[in-house]
């Protein structure tokens, strides 16, 4: 059984990400449309049977471009958000600065929450037992593998950790996920192995 993540496209820079509404840029969506078309040419190579995304903007536009080359529809759902950060989300840099100066992912204690969000525990956990779930529903048959989840790059670290059985917190070091990366995780007898991390060759096509 494999597991394909891949982080969405480009968006814009200069505001604060999390639950934010804002899309793509222009660059996301040539990202996004390079990445259908090298799954769709190396579709032997990874078997997608299922298209799982986050619901948010970005990764919508994101999977619309795979779908559009898969020819596979895609299952949306909010279990796959990166981290909520309530009323930041979306905002300025300098206006979240102003109004909420010095709160950032890191510098929160991990039960502490963003101003109308969530807390890294809790982030972390929504997302260990939405990936818990996909196992069972995949081991009860109720859905293909392999399966491809389009999301973020929050929830691909956190994924790199439970699936590594590595101890997580909002400090700990970050795994590199560039946008449209493909991160590649196989299930065998003795746990999961990564056999592909940030794979961008379709960028440089």
Not at 107 to 119: I, W, Y
Not at 128 to 153: D, P, W, Y
Request: glycine letters at 8%.
């Amino acid at each position: 059984m494999k597991i394909f993540l891949v982080r969405h496209g480009a968006d814009e820079e200069g505001y604060r990400g999390g639950w934010s509404q804002r899309g793509l840029t222009e660059l996301g969506v040539n990202q996004s449309k390079m990445l259908g078309k090298y799954l769709y040419e190396h579709a032997e190579q990874y078997d997608i049977q299922t298209v799982i995304s986050s619901d948010l903007p970005r990764a919508v536009q994101t999977s619309k471009e795979i779908e559009a080359a898969l020819d596979i529809s895609v299952t949306y759902t909010p279990d796959w958000r990166e981290m909520n950060n309530g009323e930041l989300a979306g905002m300025l840099h300098a206006e979240a600065e102003e109004k909420y100066p010095g709160i950032y992912f890191n510098t929160l204690e991990m039960h502490t929450a963003f101003p109308g969000g969530e807390s890294p525990k809790h982030f972390y956990t929504r997302i260990r037992n939405s990936f818990e779930n996909l196992c069972i529903q995949l081991e009860a048959k109720k859905m293909k593998s392999n399966v491809l989840l389009v999301t973020h790059g929050g929830v691909i670290n956190i994924l790199y950790y439970v699936l590594l059985n590595r101890e997580w917190s909002n400090t700990s070091s970050f795994y590199p996920i560039y946008n449209t990366s493909i991160h590649t995780f196989e299930r065998q007898q003795n746990g999961w192995s990564v056999l592909e991390m940030n794979r961008i060759s379709h960028l440089r096509s």
